[in-house]
């Protein structure tokens, strides 16, 4: 994938709103994000015109990593599959480095959406199955794809693996459509995987 295009442009179609502009009680929010969840600096400026959104969205996703009930391997699986489907590169920039460092290697990421991709073992295929199935056909989850989920997660895990893998279509669209260009950091990031 070629990010020269992402390189340079860091203003998205709306003003970024820089962390002084924010009120005092979201400012925690703003800058955690930005400092321990990863380089979402470009997203997290758009997301500040909206307190609620940055307050209730990114401050779930601070409290969900915080958490940790679903293992980070499995998620990052979820995210690298549901942003290839939709195309976005700002999410793919981003998670693809973070599946790597859970010991997936750049051919696994590179073909994760292929039904032979290597690397994968049967609970993997199955979280990128899953992932798929949710993201381009929902109401197509079939009760053996539940039951197969059911023997490796709680129904706590089932909620929030469904949830991130819908909350992550939902950032795809929101980036593309309003032309969140990824961090350099975070494209830097990326080559460096490759």
């Known amino acids: 994938m070629d990010f020269t295009s992402q390189r340079g442009a860091a203003m998205a179609r709306v003003r970024n709103i820089e962390i002084d502009e924010v009120a005092d009680d979201l400012k ?24 609620p959104a940055l307050k209730h969205i990114m401050g779930m996703l601070l409290e969900f990593a915080d958490e940790t009930l679903l293992p980070k391997r499995y998620l990052e699986i979820a995210l690298v599959v549901v942003s290839k489907l939709n195309e976005c590169d700002y999410c793919v920039v981003h998670h693809t480095p ?17 039904p032979e991709c290597p690397g994968l073992d049967e609970v993997e295929r199955l979280v990128r199955d899953y992932s798929v199935t949710v993201t381009r056909h929902a109401n197509r989850v079939t009760d053996s794809m539940y039951a197969g989920l059911r023997e490796h997660f709680s129904e ?39």
């Open 28 to 51: 925690p929010i703003y800058s955690k994000f930005v400092d321990d969840y990863g380089p979402f600096l470009n997203q997290v400026r758009v997301f500040a015109h909206r307190p």
């Open 98 to 114: 973070k599946l790597m460092s859970e010991g997936f290697s750049e051919e696994t990421a590179v073909r994760i959406l292929e």
């Open 156 to 194: 706590a895990q089932i909620v929030e693996l469904t949830l991130r893998i819908a909350l992550c279509g939902f950032f795809n669209r929101f980036n593309d459509a309003l032309g969140i260009d990824a961090e350099e950091d975070a494209i830097e990031l990326m080559e460096a995987c490759a």
